[in-house]
């Protein structure tokens, strides 16, 4: 296979793609509105799609709390587009001018704990409604999958909000990667996931897999995959040596694993979006 170097004139840099198409930056509005403006901030994304007319399955990519690097620029929608889906990578963090975490947007208060996770939610839906008016998509089979502190956007703001009132037009299924299930405050206590919905944690990601292992839903909706010897980012290639993050998460690169979560990931998606 020939190997060319695409540079993109986006906020993602240049990256090496070897058979894949160049992924395209859009912009969208976000789904509710900003808390300090009042306006439905715009927000960018970076759009990946298999060749052909379609209709495709898509998911929509919330990104860590490093934002939005090459695993999700690259690497999953990549990978997402060989089985046949279109991907909307979504850079929360870049479009309201943020760096990395600790921000000044993901500073939880004690009054709002929530407010950063439902403001990504609003991002992630506001990603869906822009995916649902594409003609290379179908409009009803479209899942999100967050990693890190997208996984923590789905555990705290999207699976509680869809248990109280699930939209008719919501996301179809849910996957989060590393999530934490307690951040300031543990996730909503709920007896099921109020659409089929995945976690995937590493066996040595422990803080987090065991707050996952207490909060999250029990009922048959739900799936949790524990990965032998991995920790957290996972499947972040940058991390060849032992990092932490922001808040203390022990970081390294599994291939191992990150081939083991792309497995289940396919295999989730074709049960719940592909039928």
Same mark, same amino acid.
């Given at each position: ?5 695409? @540079? ?6 240049? =990256? ?36 052909? /007319? ?11 709390c490093g934002g939005v690097r090459q695993n999700l620029s690259l690497i999953w929608p990549k990978f997402l587009v060989e089985q046949g889906y279109v991907s909307l990578t979504v850079d929360s963090f870049g ?11 993901? @500073? ?10 439902? /403001?990504?939610?609003?991002? /992630? ?8 008016? =594409? ?54 206590? =709920? ?7 995945? /976690? ?46 922001? @808040? ?15 497995? =289940?990931?396919?295999?989730?998606? @074709? ?5």
């Amino acid at each position: 296979m020939i190997c060319r170097l695409f @540079r993109l004139v986006t906020l993602f840099g240049s =990256l090496l793609l070897c058979g894949f198409s160049n992924p395209t930056s859009v912009t969208f509005k976000s789904a509710a509105p900003d808390l300090t403006t009042g306006k439905h901030l715009s927000i960018r994304g970076l759009l990946s799609k298999p060749g052909g /007319a379609g209709p495709f399955p898509a998911i929509v990519i919330l990104h860590t709390c490093g934002g939005v690097r090459q695993n999700l620029s690259l690497i999953w929608p990549k990978f997402l587009v060989e089985q046949g889906y279109v991907s909307l990578t979504v850079d929360s963090f870049g479009s309201r001018g943020v760096g990395n975490c600790p921000n000044e947007f993901t @500073r939880t208060t004690t009054d709002k704990p929530l407010r950063p996770y439902k /403001a990504i939610a609003a991002d /992630a839906h506001g990603a869906l409604a822009y995916l649902r008016k =594409l003609p290379i998509v179908k409009s009803k089979d479209v899942a999100v999958a967050g990693f890190s502190l997208g996984g923590i956007v789905i555990h705290m703001a999207i699976l509680p909000a869809y248990a109280k009132s699930k939209p008719s037009l919501g996301f179809k299924a849910a996957i989060s990667l590393y999530g934490n299930c307690a951040v300031r405050v543990p996730m909503e206590k =709920l007896p099921d996931a109020p659409l089929p919905f995945m /976690a995937i944690i590493g066996e040595k990601d422990k803080r987090i897999l065991g707050n996952c292992q207490k909060y999250l839903p029990r009922g048959p909706n739900t799936k949790l995959h524990v990965l032998p010897g991995a920790y957290h980012a996972f499947d972040i290639s940058f991390f060849r040596t032992m990092q932490h993050g922001f @808040r203390g998460a022990p970081m390294l690169y599994n291939e191992k694993a990150a081939q083991t979560a792309r497995k =289940l990931v396919a295999e989730f998606l @074709r049960e719940h979006i592909s039928k």
